[in-house]
């Protein structure tokens, strides 16, 4: 019961690594406002996690309506108490390269992906100052490394990764005692990634199949429950000693 009376919101926790957090949250004692586009997913995760110690609670959120974020946290007040936890998770990832991204492709990516990390960090601080708490940035390792299909994504993680500093930096400085951390996974077996995978050609696919299994010392994509027990971690006060980390979850992907 590691998060026994602790208050959560995890943005896009319908589906993926949102689900998994969503789902090991509650397993540790947390009350958790599963947001998502897709309302069934969202009703979906709250019926996987019947039964545990936490609570359930989904609500539809766009993240890029800067409206839905006071009236979200407000909702999640009401219904479970106090915010304590807040993960910016929601995000999109299409392949395409400097050379063929269009502008409107670049600018929903950044919208999803960054600008939706920003609205949500600035209303959690605004939810939780006072009273401290933790907020933990989906980032990944394609914010730290390039890829040349996705320069879009690469430009979005890159932003989360360095705004997270930027964020837990002036937390300090006000005192807020709100911990703003990153988490940057590898190559996860997450719907994203296979959807992302599947875009590719035949060729393209077989490359990048290639180089996976070449890249990762583990030898192998790693599961949506390695990255829920990261955020564990950073959303409990086992990590009170930590701001502005980025904590790398890639099967050793970066560490050449």
């Known amino acids: 019961m590691r998060l026994a009376g602790k208050v959560a919101l995890v943005t896009g926790g319908g589906s993926g690594l949102g689900r998994a957090m969503c789902i090991r949250f509650a397993e540790e004692g947390a009350s958790v406002l599963v947001t998502d586009i897709h309302l069934e997913a969202a009703q979906e995760t709250v019926s996987l996690g019947q039964g545990l110690p936490g609570k359930l609670v989904s609500r539809f959120q766009d993240v890029c309506d800067e409206a839905t974020w006071p009236e ?22 299409v392949t395409a390269s400097v050379e063929h ?26 939810a939780m100052k006072g009273r401290g708490g933790s907020i933990i940035n989906l980032s990944s390792i394609e914010g730290i490394i390039g890829e040349p299909l996705t320069a879009a994504y690469n430009a979005s993680k890159g932003g ?17 005692g709100i911990r703003v951390n990153s988490i940057h996974p590898g190559f996860i077996e997450t719907p ?6 599947a875009q590719l050609s035949d060729e393209e696919r077989a490359v990048m199949d290639a180089q996976l ?20 971690f950073l959303a409990s006060d086992e990590s009170r000693y930590m701001t502005g980390a980025e904590l790398v979850v890639d099967g050793g992907y970066t560490a050449h």
């Open 72 to 93: 979200t946290l407000a909702y999640a007040e009401s219904e479970l108490g106090p915010l304590s936890i807040l993960v910016n998770n929601a995000g999109i990832a």
């Open 101 to 126: 991204e269009t502008l409107e492709g670049w600018r929903k990516t950044q919208a999803v992906n960054l600008d939706a990390v920003f609205m949500g960090t600035q209303a959690g601080i605004l």
């Open 160 to 176: 989360v990764r360095i705004f997270t500093k930027s964020a837990a930096l002036w937390c300090c400085r006000e005192k807020y």
């Open 192 to 197: 994203m990634v296979i959807n992302g995978l």
């Open 213 to 232: 299994q070449m890249a990762i010392p583990m030898g192998e994509m790693g599961r949506p429950e390695d990255i829920a027990n990261a955020a564990l």
